[in-house]
């Protein structure tokens, strides 16, 4: 067992059911502890709250004062880790039975036996990947105003709306990028992320990791928290800054966190991503249980219908089929028609010796059309160890971009 478990406490409960069950009190059973359910509205089936929203379940069946208010009932429960090794064992005369439907893939690394963050790295990475991956950070703080901030414990309600409105921006500019639907940004669900994380970060079950450059947050991760786990939620940073690899250093300071504060476990929690498996040190599977009634016929078949149901969908998942749907959906909430064009190539020609053209326009790299200037911008910050403070990025009448540093000046070029 887990504890503390964020999704079972009283808070995650009912604001869940406030957005998706109708303010209803979630629905107790004897048999088991520390869970709660709703009921399907036309089937003796129970769905535990939270739903398919939740990082990680947990329950065990209660032994001491075991009962039978399971009968003639199904109960499916979301996303049980394997890893929280979920204690399973009814009693012999017991019509009560279990399947098991293996789905998403998940990835952790496991920290208790580390003492610093420099363990973890040589553990995980040769050496010339902890040189790449150091050196990202270090130039990336040495090009901007960086500063990092965990909310844990407290926030003004003031900052934290700041926060989660650049939390949507980023969410909404990033994968407007990859031209896939997130779920998370369903008005609805993003609404609940929204009720539900500011009190739980009030009561030390949830946090907001912000990376900002100066006053603006450029990288935000919403995690939740038990006793012994940080389960990462969403995770999402600023696309312009993709040269600094800012994924990375995020994930970099989460784990230096959680090793300073005795955490155990980092979770990434359930879906298979590339960087998963670099960072990971355990993977593990999520399982949905469907718990159901062996003596009724009907609790029988319905608990068949649903596993045979959910392992076809993994099966789909297996073959990339959820990935190939979520890009056909945003292209029919987006229908206008976008022209892909070929990239174009840019070098930058050294210019330090040279006097400044005259008549050059400067422009203003925070302004959404001037996007790709920024990007190369940063590209120049980046290769020239220059800091953004001292940036300014111009344009003449032919359309030719300049980038003058502290000490390096460019002219843009295409090849």
């Given at each position: 067992?887990?504890?503390?478990?964020?999704?079972?406490?009283?808070?995650?409960?009912?604001?869940?059911?406030?957005?998706?069950?109708?303010?209803?009190?979630?629905?107790?059973?004897?048999?088991?502890?520390?869970?709660?359910?709703?009921?399907?509205?036309?089937?003796?089936?129970?769905?535990?709250?939270?739903?398919?929203?939740?990082?990680?379940?947990?329950?065990?069946?209660?032994?001491?004062?075991?009962?039978?208010?399971?009968?003639?009932?199904?109960?499916?429960?979301?996303?049980?880790?394997?890893?929280?090794?979920?204690?399973?064992?009814?009693?012999?005369?017991?019509?009560?039975?279990?399947?098991?439907?293996?789905?998403?893939?998940?990835?952790?690394?496991?920290?208790?036996?580390?003492?610093?963050?420099?363990?973890?790295?040589?553990?995980?990475?040769?050496?010339?990947?902890?040189?790449?991956?150091?050196?990202?950070?270090?130039?990336?703080?040495?090009?901007?105003?960086?500063?990092?901030?965990?909310?844990?414990?407290?926030?003004?309600?003031?900052?934290?709306?700041?926060?989660?409105?650049?939390?949507?921006?980023?969410?909404?500019?990033?994968?407007?990028?990859?031209?896939?639907?997130?779920?998370n940004l369903d008005p609805e669900e993003w609404q609940f992320y929204y009720d539900v994380a500011y009190p739980l970060i009030l009561e030390n079950k949830a946090s907001l990791f912000v990376?900002?450059?100066?006053?603006?947050?450029?990288?935000?991760?919403?995690?939740?928290?038990?006793?012994?786990?940080?389960?990462?939620?969403?995770?999402?940073?600023?696309?312009?800054?993709?040269?600094?690899?800012?994924?990375?250093?995020?994930?970099?300071?989460?784990?230096?966190?959680?090793?300073?504060?005795?955490?155990?476990?980092?979770?990434?929690?359930?879906?298979?991503?590339?960087?998963?498996?670099?960072?990971?040190?355990?993977?593990?599977?999520?399982?949905?249980?469907?718990?159901?009634?062996?003596?009724?016929?009907?609790?029988?078949?319905?608990?068949?219908?649903?596993?045979?149901?959910?392992?076809?969908?993994?099966?789909?998942?297996?073959?990339?089929?959820?990935?190939?749907?979520?890009?056909?959906?945003?292209?029919?909430?987006?229908?206008?028609?976008?022209?892909?064009?070929?990239?174009?190539?840019?070098?930058?020609?050294?210019?330090?010796?040279?006097?400044?053209?005259?008549?050059?326009?400067?422009?203003?790299?925070?302004?959404?059309?001037?996007?790709?200037?920024?990007?190369?911008?940063?590209?120049?910050?980046?290769?020239?160890?220059?800091?953004?403070?001292?940036?300014?990025?111009?344009?003449?009448?032919?359309?030719?971009?300049?980038?003058?540093?502290?000490?390096?000046?460019?002219?843009?070029?295409?090849?």
């Amino acid at each position: 067992m887990i504890q503390n478990n964020p999704f079972l406490s009283d808070t995650y409960t009912s604001i869940w059911s406030k957005h998706f069950d109708q303010s209803k009190k979630s629905i107790k059973f004897n048999f088991l502890k520390n869970i709660g359910f709703y009921r399907h509205a036309s089937l003796p089936l129970y769905v535990n709250s939270g739903k398919t929203l939740t990082k990680g379940m947990d329950y065990s069946l209660d032994s001491e004062q075991y009962s039978e208010d399971y009968k003639n009932k199904v109960f499916l429960i979301y996303d049980v880790p394997a890893y929280f090794n979920t204690k399973w064992q009814a009693p012999s005369d017991s019509t009560l039975k279990l399947y098991r439907s293996k789905q998403y893939p998940g990835f952790s690394v496991e920290l208790g036996q580390l003492s610093n963050f420099n363990e973890y790295m040589l553990a995980t990475f040769s050496k010339s990947s902890r040189y790449k991956l150091n050196k990202y950070k270090k130039r990336f703080e040495a090009c901007f105003e960086v500063s990092y901030k965990m909310y844990y414990g407290e926030i003004t309600k003031e900052e934290y709306d700041v926060v989660f409105d650049s939390f949507k921006e980023l969410l909404t500019k990033r994968f407007d990028d990859k031209q896939i639907t997130n779920n998370n940004l369903d008005p609805e669900e993003w609404q609940f992320y929204y009720d539900v994380a500011y009190p739980l970060i009030l009561e030390n079950k949830a946090s907001l990791f912000v990376i900002y450059d100066g006053a603006k947050p450029i990288g935000v991760t919403l995690s939740y928290h038990s006793n012994t786990v940080l389960f990462d939620a969403i995770t999402v940073f600023d696309i312009d800054y993709a040269k600094f690899h800012l994924g990375s250093v995020t994930i970099m300071k989460l784990i230096e966190y959680c090793i300073s504060e005795k955490i155990e476990v980092f979770d990434f929690s359930k879906g298979y991503f590339d960087y998963k498996t670099r960072w990971s040190n355990k993977t593990y599977d999520f399982d949905y249980h469907i718990l159901y009634d062996s003596a009724s016929f009907t609790s029988k078949a319905l608990a068949f219908g649903l596993k045979s149901f959910f392992d076809f969908k993994q099966k789909l998942r297996d073959k990339n089929v959820n990935e190939r749907l979520h890009r056909f959906t945003y292209k029919l909430k987006n229908r206008k028609a976008e022209v892909k064009t070929a990239e174009t190539q840019f070098k930058f020609d050294d210019i330090s010796t040279e006097p400044i053209p005259n008549e050059l326009v400067e422009i203003d790299l925070n302004l959404n059309e001037n996007h790709k200037i920024k990007t190369l911008a940063f590209e120049f910050l980046y290769l020239n160890d220059e800091c953004s403070i001292n940036l300014k990025a111009f344009t003449d009448a032919d359309n030719q971009y300049y980038f003058i540093g502290k000490t390096k000046k460019v002219k843009v070029s295409a090849t």
